[in-house]
């Protein structure tokens, strides 16, 4: 009976470990098989070109975006062949960082720049091969790989590039134009300035191009001023623009801040900014410097947009009224008699009735209608090819985002938002997201000998 007892147990506890070892052995295969799933993975990745390209020569920015979210990226290599020559123009690998986890990077986005006059390829048909492979053990190891092969002519004979109308002379924080003509379909054009770049736009003839250029109120001598006109391959040719710098002088202006205009303007503000934090000064010079760089950057983002047309004609109108403050005037604010801060005033203030009617300086289209910091209420135009136009302080907007606007049409009514304190229009021109000086915008003459003249003599 004890005998049968120990035969009994001891056949219950050879069916548990053969049943554990089942578990285990299925335990390893269901691992190995999930290993081998995440190891040998079939999907390939995906290489998107954001940029199409027909021709090499110079050099050319090719934009890539490539993703492969399961292994990850292991590798990006351009090569360019022609014949039995080929050029390995960039070869990039990443170093494994995991095993069951992506071992390369999930995603990138890549602005290759390609030389391939330096390949050493010859001028005429060749083939540019992009191949990126990701960390999965398929293809022997190798892994999976995507291959694009694209046919391309190779072009190094640049075009040629004239000047047909350049501004005579430019002042800082002033405005300046210049004509050209690019003998192909052109790849980046326009002009630099030192490390400033203004693109140029075509002007509804053949081969034939317009760039406005501006520089900062506080610009001195640019190193160089150069007509930058490439072709589609990359060829480059740099002419030195004849345009003479002239500086302009400094004005200074100073602003008493009283205990009232504080008392009154910093509460419009902190319903903007709930971060202001201090005493009333110290909320003003947060606004004054915080807040006005932010509205800068703002201002440029939206002026980075413009419509390629020109779409503005003759004079910008100036607001009827008298003069209140001008452009660059250099202020200092005082507080108690003691100077507590200095800024630039990058625009023209002009005052009349209470409340005016303000109306488009010229035709564009309306790209902001908002309440911006200092500015208070303000409606932004853009008149095509980097030419802006900003009026601030506004007591209300009668202009819709994205609407044209035609010259003198109205779009608000002067007031005191923002950094004002009193009823004006604050009114700006910027070229590219430069504020320049409107005086010249303001005169027909300046418009008709740097502008007018030389389109209509096309």
């Known amino acids: 009976m004890a005998r049968s007892i120990r035969l009994h147990r001891s056949s219950r506890r050879g069916g548990f470990l053969k049943n554990l070892m089942l578990v285990l052995a299925a335990a390893v295969v269901l691992a190995a098989a999930t290993a081998g799933v995440l190891l040998f993975e079939f999907e390939k990745p995906t290489l998107v070109l954001d940029r199409e390209i027909k021709y090499l020569g110079g050099k050319v920015e090719l934009p890539l975006r490539v993703t492969d979210k399961k292994s990850g990226i292991r590798s990006i290599t ?14 990039k690998s990443f170093p494994r960082q995991a095993w069951f986890t992506p071992a390369g990077p999930t995603s990138l986005n890549e602005k290759v720049a390609i ?36 046919p ?11 000047i047909l109308q350049a501004q005579r002379s430019i002042r800082s924080g002033g405005s300046g134009v210049v004509i050209y003509t690019i003998s192909e379909p052109p790849g980046r ?30 610009a001195g001598q640019p190193a160089k001023m150069q007509l930058i006109g490439s072709d589609e391959a990359g060829n480059e040719v740099l002419l030195p623009l004849p345009t003479v710098f002239k500086k302009e002088a400094i004005k200074r202006d100073s602003i008493n801040l009283s205990e009232r205009f504080l008392q009154q303007k910093m509460p419009e503000f902190a319903q903007h900014y709930p971060e202001m934090k201090g005493t009333l000064v110290e909320q003003y010079l947060y606004v004054n410097n915080q807040v006005r760089r932010s509205n800068a950057e703002t201002i440029a983002q939206i002026c980075a947009a413009t419509d390629p047309q020109q779409l503005w004609s003759d004079r910008f109108l100036r607001m009827f009224g008298s003069g209140r403050a001008g452009f660059a005037d250099q202020r200092t604010y ?23 009617e303000i109306r488009a300086a010229n035709r564009g289209k309306v790209v902001f209608t908002d309440y911006l910091g200092i500015y ?19 007591s209300s907007i009668d202009a819709k985002a ?41 005169d027909q003459h300046w418009i008709d000998v740097n502008i007018k003249s030389a389109l209509n003599a096309l």
């Open 78 to 91: 351009i090569t360019l062949s022609q014949g039995d020559t080929t050029a390995v123009l960039l070869e």
């Open 115 to 150: 030389d391939a006059q330096k390949a050493g390829i010859k001028e005429g048909k060749a083939e540019l091969v992009i191949s990126v492979r990701d960390f999965s053990l398929n293809g022997f190891f190798k892994g999976n790989e995507t291959l694009q092969r694209l």
């Open 152 to 162: 391309v002519t190779m072009d190094t004979k640049p075009p040629v590039v004239k």
């Open 189 to 218: 054009h326009g002009v630099a300035i030192d490390k400033a770049f203004f693109p140029g736009f075509p002007v509804g003839r053949a081969n034939t191009y317009i760039c406005y250029f501006a520089l900062p109120w506080d």
């Open 334 to 356: 005082l507080y108690s008699g003691a100077a507590i801060d200095t800024q630039t005033h990058l625009g023209v203030d002009i005052a009349s009735l209470e409340r005016a």
């Open 376 to 394: 208070g209420n303000t409606v932004i135009i853009d008149h095509g090819q980097g030419i802006a136009s900003l009026y601030a302080h506004l």
């Open 402 to 442: 994205g609407a044209m606007v035609e010259k003198d049409q109205p779009i608000g009514h002067s007031g005191a938002t923002g950094m004002a304190g009193g009823d004006h229009l604050h009114f700006s021109m910027l070229v590219h997201g430069i504020f320049v000086t409107p005086v010249e915008w303001w």
